[in-house]
């Protein structure tokens, strides 16, 4: 499946959505195939405008947002960050006082960070999934509100991962472009070594426990 498929299918047809940096609106015309109705936000009028022009659907609230600055209290309880990086997902949740049933993220990095400041916003992760599109892997993670203390190894490659085969196949992709980064830096880079020394210890007992 693609990210917009991934999204969709953690969104109950229960869910009150609003999608923030929504750019063509993909997951809440998926959304609204299903007679389910979603705020799709963008920070760009232009977006919204272009948007305007080939959707018409009042199952579709399309907003001009500067991130939730525009969503109003009791509009939504699932949110969707997705196609942006960790650092204005942190930024867009903590300039708002609204809160969340369910916060549904794809981030282009920092993954380790988003887990650990989400838990600090008290969003515990539910579950996650990477996804592989033209490619290229994605991460996606749901959040429900709560707390949780998290391992070294779940803060970095996560946890609940819900396509194993690809979780495995992702984790070797990492290792081998952690390998190429620590012989590019002759073993100087600590961070590279110390992921590298996480997935060997975790590769290391599943291996002995199976």
């Known amino acids: 499946m693609n990210r917009i498929e991934a999204l969709y299918s953690f969104i109950s047809e229960n869910d009150k959505v609003v999608d923030v940096g929504c750019d063509q609106a993909k997951l809440s015309i998926m959304l609204a195939k299903r007679g389910q109705s979603s705020i799709a936000s963008d920070i760009s009028e232009n977006v919204i405008k272009k948007a305007?022009?080939?959707?018409?659907?009042?199952?579709?609230?399309?907003?001009?947002?500067?991130?939730?600055?525009?969503?109003?209290?009791?509009?939504?309880?699932?949110?969707?960050?997705?196609?942006?990086?960790?650092?204005?997902?942190?930024?867009?949740?903590?300039?708002?006082?609204?809160?969340?049933?369910?916060?549904?993220?794809?981030?282009n990095n920092d993954h380790d960070l988003l887990r650990t400041k989400m838990n600090d916003l008290n969003y515990m992760i539910d579950s996650e999934l990477i996804i592989k599109e033209n490619d290229k892997y994605y991460n996606l993670i749901v959040f429900m509100p709560g707390n949780k203390k998290y391992s070294e190894y779940e803060i970095s490659f996560g946890l609940n991962h819900k396509d194993k085969e690809l979780y495995e196949e992702y984790l070797d992709y990492l290792k081998n472009k952690y390998l190429s980064i620590q012989k590019e830096s002759n073993n100087s880079n600590k961070k590279i070594n110390y992921l590298l020394s996480l997935l060997n210890e975790n590769w290391f007992f599943y291996w002995n426990i199976v």
Do not use: C
């Open 52 to 107: 305007k022009e080939t959707i018409n659907n009042e199952l579709i609230d399309l907003r001009v947002s500067n991130g939730l600055s525009n969503i109003k209290e009791g509009e939504a309880d699932t949110l969707v960050l997705a196609g942006m990086g960790t650092h204005t997902i942190l930024d867009i949740l903590n300039n708002t006082k609204l809160r969340f049933n369910k916060i549904i993220t794809i981030s």
